[in-house]
């Protein structure tokens, strides 16, 4: 293992030195050469962007971490410092029976439907969606028109609507659910307290050439997410043209979100390398005109198949930390592309990894199904419905599966449910098994944990030092056992209740369970 990290960064190291001098050293006007951008050092040289523990290898089990009132998830080991007889299990969610949801029914919907952005109104309780399909016609510029997003709604999420809205024509009628002509929202922003009503939601938008001299991604502003306004002399960032490096625009995947822990806005870009090898990266801006340099965030290493790319990763914010919708592309298991989606992890918001196990998240159905070869889930992640999350996603037939004559995939939509904070749980059998966390400050008193126990099982906690010492009355001979299947249970004690406030401002706790999975822990 050992052998295998330094050969990486040395790998890393003299692509980059390589591509620095090879940029220095290239005339004026022309592109630095590619020769040091070798396919063989990729999986060695960036592998590093996909590993927690390549990226953060220093042991910190020791080092006090604060977290507040949300609740923390065992995707990854960055909360634990030791752990014993405990196994960690990821999950999927379930897909609705009655899938898909929507299919192309009318004349501008075709054969392809594709979720860009789904929300539940606070007020309301309705469901909006906006999509788009894939569709050329005459419009009422006289271009071509690819790719146009479109309207519907929902009072319960699953059965949906789509309203005529009256605003832009279609074949010379008005009585359709067009919002955008000419492009496909990547980015859809709202704000809570606008300085302008029109401005409440911003979207950004990818629009073709023939609606634009530059074809790139460019503001739109509403006050009802239906009526749209956009000043279309002003590209924010320039579309990918060429597969060559350096690139000068962001590709087609790309997908833009406000992130309120950050406070900024994120972009999740699409990176293509020599030989079309699709990666991602990321950059934020403040006020979506001034962005950040583009970095590498994901990239295909020696756990995944050789024919893997990095296709997207639609990241959002999930309690205290972030997860992403990872899209990782084939082409050769069956000789056209397949897209399936597996998980993504951050911590902070700028680095992320994924992991090793690279099991599907929402995998592709059956060969004889709707969805045997394109997953993609909506770009601003789940919603939290009751005691559920639900993802919206496409699924996908390749036109190259029957090898009939065909204009675009066949793409409808479909939900996938999947238990709160069900991502991954710690799993414990016949035998006990127990983690012990890092030293922890925090301000709550009460513990809570989201558990699903079965018969004979149990969840245990105990209060430690940060030292990891036992505290009086907070031992797990004193805790009273959790015995069921619950999303918030609190932990409480023999005659104790609250937690005991922290002398040396931070404690550890320890779980122990039998029979159970345990998903997450919070205080409040």
Not at 362 to 369: E, H, V
Request: with cysteine.
């Amino acid at each position: 293992m050992m052998r295998v990290w330094r050969v990486g960064i040395s790998a890393m190291l003299t692509a980059l030195y390589s591509g620095a001098m090879g940029a220095l050293a290239a005339p004026t006007g022309e592109e630095p050469p590619n020769a040091h951008l070798d396919r063989e050092l990729y999986p060695k040289a960036y592998g590093i962007l996909s590993s927690d523990h390549l990226m953060f290898p220093v042991d910190v089990s020791d080092w006090p971490l604060r977290i507040d009132s949300r609740r923390q998830l065992f995707v990854d080991d960055y909360l634990i410092a030791s752990l014993k007889d405990l196994k960690r299990e990821w999950h999927q969610p379930v897909k609705y029976p009655g899938n898909p949801l929507m299919s192309g029914e009318l004349p501008w919907e075709g054969d392809c439907l594709i979720p860009l952005f789904i929300q539940r109104d606070a007020d309301s309780g309705r469901f909006r969606m906006w999509y788009s399909s894939w569709l050329r016609y005459q419009g009422p510029e006289g271009v071509g028109m690819r790719f146009p997003t479109l309207y519907a709604e929902s009072d319960d999420g699953v059965t949906w609507r789509r309203p005529e809205l009256g605003i832009l024509s279609y074949a010379g009628s008005t009585k359709n659910n067009f919002v955008i002509h000419g492009g496909s929202i990547h980015g859809l922003l709202e704000a809570t307290a606008p300085a302008r009503p029109e401005q409440r939601f911003t979207a950004l938008v990818l629009l073709e050439p023939d609606y634009v001299e530059r074809e790139g991604y460019y503001i739109y502003t509403s006050a009802d997410g239906i009526h749209w306004s956009s000043d279309r002399t002003r590209c924010v960032i320039p579309s990918l043209r060429s597969y060559t490096m350096p690139q000068g625009g962001l590709g087609d995947t790309t997908i833009f979100r406000h992130d309120p822990v950050l406070g900024l806005t994120v972009c999740d870009a699409k990176f293509v390398l020599p030989g079309k090898m699709r990666s991602r990266g990321q950059c934020e801006s403040e006020d979506l005109i001034h962005w950040s340099r583009p970095r590498f965030t994901l990239y295909p290493d020696e756990h995944d198949e050789p024919d893997s790319e990095i296709y997207g990763n639609l990241s959002f914010v999930y309690e205290s930390m972030w997860l992403g919708l990872c899209r990782v592309m084939h082409s050769e298991r069956t000789g056209w592309k397949q897209v399936e989606v597996e998980l993504s992890l951050s911590r902070d918001g700028y680095h992320w990894a994924r992991p090793a196990e690279r099991k599907p998240f929402l995998p592709l159905g059956d060969a004889d199904s709707w969805e045997p070869d394109y997953t993609d889930g909506v770009s601003n992640g789940p919603l939290l419905i009751g005691d559920e999350l639900w993802f919206y996603y496409r699924g996908s037939r390749s036109p190259d599966r029957t090898q009939k004559a065909k204009r675009a995939w066949e793409m409808a939509i479909g939900l996938a449910k999947l238990r709160r904070d069900g991502f991954a749980s710690l799993d414990a059998g016949d035998s006990p098994g127990s983690l012990v966390t890092r030293p922890l400050t925090f301000s709550g008193r009460s513990l809570f944990v989201n558990v699903a126990v079965d018969k004979s099982g149990w969840v245990k906690a105990a209060v430690l030092t940060g030292a990891g010492e036992a505290i009086a009355r907070y031992g797990l001979e004193n805790s009273i056992p959790v015995a069921r299947d619950t999303t918030a249970a609190r932990m409480t004690w023999s005659g104790v209740e609250r937690l005991p406030l922290p002398e040396d401002e931070h404690l550890r706790l320890q779980f122990q369970l039998k029979h159970a999975q345990l998903y997450s822990f919070w205080i409040e």
